[in-house]
């Protein structure tokens, strides 16, 4: 089956990530889904960006200098909705100010703004009215662990919005994806959510949650989620290995075994100007995670790229 095209932050390739005209680039180049992170403001307003953090894709430490925390990072926690409205939004640095993606969009000419998660979904939901092609939206639970220490619940709110916009069954065009396996039980089992849901499958050492994700990436823990979600989304490079010697690209299983427990797998990020280790185009890895993996849906930051792929060889 064709495997649902995932805009990861918008066409994030060609536009600052998160921003609404990244949305509506990706929404025009065919993505079946939209995606957004979600995280909370001082006035516990939901805003869609990646981080917990500002410094990296906003002008934030020239407009508010002296409101870093102990550790020099800009937390969008500290700061109110107004507040981060103010803030001109960028393509992502790194911490050095040099830009992540070298060949990705770097005019400073433009202006970006931060958008709250019901702002977003109310833009979606006119860009269809206006076109008529449906798409759906892909929203993730930022670090909600770390969001309950802040002072702030941010599921029920988020989950409270969706159903605001009509997303309540599980039939809606709608994925909620989250890489803390606990909050997905609750969101499932406490709160009754009906939505489809993704654990997100990461490494231990990124720090995203406390979930431990290796007992999960077994057959086991593979059963045991399906339980729980509807598929995993699991860092691509866990679903291949590159032969030592000869070069050769081989499954590790995972998505077979995520199959076997009936999982659908949608793995990130799928990168035109940043490809995996052993892969020598962006064609070639395609080739290898649809045609030979089967995956059921992918995060890309190129949409237009994967969606001709997927016509071209869907004949
Ligand atoms: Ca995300």
Known sequence: MRPVVIAHRGASGYLPEHTLPAKALAYAMGADYLEQDVVAARDDALVVLHDIHLDRVTDVACRYPGRQRQDGRYYVRDFDLG????????????????????????????????????????????????????????????????????????????????????????????????????????????????????????????????????????????????????????????????????GEIRSTGLVQRAHTAGLAVHPYTFRADELPEGFASFDALLTFFIDELSIDGLFTDFPDQVVQFVRRNSV
């Open 83 to 246: 507040e981060l409205k103010s803030l001109e939004v960028h393509e992502r640095s790194n911490a050095d100010g040099s830009p992540v993606y070298p060949d990705r969009f770097n005019s400073t000419d433009e202006i970006f703004r931060i958008q709250t998660f019901a702002e977003e979904l109310d833009f979606v939901q006119t860009l269809q009215a206006a076109d008529g092609r449906p798409v759906g939206i892909y929203p993730e639970i930022k670090r909600p662990e770390w969001h309950r220490h802040e002072g702030v619940d941010i599921t029920p709110q988020f989950l409270g919005i969706l159903a605001d916009f009509g997303y309540e069954e599980h039939s809606d065009p709608v994925y909620v994806q989250c890489f803390d396996a606990k909050e997905l039980r609750r969101i499932r089992r406490e709160l009754g959510c009906r939505l489809k849901l993704i654990q997100l499958i990461g490494e231990d050492s990124w720090g995203e949650s406390s979930t431990r994700y290796a007992p999960l990436r077994a057959q086991q823990g593979l059963e045991r989620l399906a339980r729980t979600v509807d598929g995993i989304g699991p860092w691509i490079r866990r679903a291949y290995r590159v032969a030592r010697g000869n």
